[in-house]
């Protein structure tokens, strides 16, 4: 119900129109056919079929079979209530509702104005079974005809395929499940969706990412960075600093001063390049030779991290939105990003690891 006055209007013009036509085909129909006097040229349920065909053309109950088939057949049920049990109409009009019904799940073509077709027939007695080709199917028809004309010009699709819903590529943000699953779910739900498997799938998927952009705009980057930090300082030997990294198998150790405020990062890229790795030949005897610790007083290779460490170093506050940092990532090659709280003291880490555990979380993977 949630649609905008143009919307609104759209419907309401649409019933107006498709019954206009409706009716003043039907009623040149009923001037140049044998008509039974006496009886409508146009059926009262036609209002509700206008409701669903305009209203909700994607709807399955408002499909062209739905309309036609289920109008017409309900009604030949009704006829053949009343032949039936006409001299008990109370009796008559119940056998006639649920009976359309059951035929119409029979034929899937399920239409709530079926059900008031059948009636009607009952209670107009109605006992000649060319009132279900005229009016009916007549009715039905031109009803189809006009919204097929009117939901096309105005934007709407009619008629909606009432196609299960197509296995997409995964994209990033999607919610994690597939059109399978969602025919398992509705198996499982056993009740009739006004709505067309397609349609559903795309309005969950929307609903999905509108929800995955939700939760990742109220996760901080307190809430996923890596807490168990190693750390070195300025004057860290290099064969220290070194033995951390394979020790705990990372790839940078945050550079903090005495009150672990981060002056610089450390990382193996940092290694590779005081060790003039970018020359392959031997370069396990050059990793040696950097990290090993020069025993005279002077040395021509740096000793200490202080010398290698990279001194212009992203840093972001632990109550940054984790949003903020996937550009980051994404786009400018960092790594890792250490992480500030109160007067810039280091608090953690957050690595490419820690977003993407994040992002498949909020992804539901």
Request: hydrophobic share 50%; aromatic share 4%; proline share 7%.
């Amino acid at each position: 119900m949630r649609v905008d006055a143009r919307e609104r209007l759209r419907v309401v013009a649409g019933a107006v129109v498709g019954l206009l036509l409706t009716a003043l085909f039907t009623e040149w129909v009923a001037r140049h056919t044998p008509h039974a006097p006496g009886l409508p040229w146009l059926v009262a349920p036609l209002g509700a079929s206008a409701v669903l065909v305009f209203g909700v053309p994607a709807s399955p109950l408002a499909q062209p079979w739905a309309v036609v088939m289920g109008n017409t057949a309900s009604a030949l049920v009704g006829i053949a209530c009343v032949h039936l049990f006409g001299d008990v109409p109370e009796l008559a009009a119940a056998i006639a509702v649920g009976s359309a019904i059951g035929l119409m799940f029979l034929l899937r073509c399920l239409h709530p104005p079926g059900g008031a077709a059948a009636l009607l027939m009952v209670l107009a007695g109605v006992r000649d079974w060319q009132f279900a080709l005229d009016p009916v199917l007549v009715n039905s028809l031109a009803m189809v005809a006009a919204g097929m004309v009117y939901n096309s010009v105005s934007g709407r699709r009619y008629p909606h395929p009432q196609i299960a819903a197509p296995v997409a590529p995964k994209q990033a943000g999607a919610p994690a499940f597939s059109g399978a699953d969602l025919e398992t779910v509705l198996a499982h739900y056993n009740q009739v969706v006004d709505l067309p498997e397609d349609d559903l799938r795309a309005i969950v998927d929307e609903a999905g990412l509108l929800a995955a952009r939700r939760r990742l705009n109220t996760l901080r980057c307190e809430d996923v960075m890596s807490r168990d930090l190693k750390v070195v300082e300025w004057g860290t030997s290099l064969q220290e600093a070194w033995s951390l990294l394979r020790e705990h198998h990372i790839k940078a150790l945050p550079v903090v001063d005495r009150a672990r405020r981060v002056i610089g990062i450390v990382t193996l890229a940092d290694f590779m390049r005081g060790s003039a790795l970018d020359d392959h030949a031997d370069w396990a005897t050059r990793l040696r030779q950097l990290i090993r610790p020069t025993p005279t007083t002077h040395s021509d290779k740096p000793e200490v991290v202080g010398q290698i460490m990279s001194r212009q170093v992203r840093v972001a506050s632990a109550d940054r939105p984790l949003a903020d940092l996937v550009p980051m990532f994404a786009d400018t090659g960092h790594h890792h990003i250490p992480i500030v709280g109160d007067e810039a003291r280091l608090v953690g880490i957050l690595t490419q690891s820690d977003l993407v555990a994040a992002l498949a979380k909020v992804d539901g993977l």
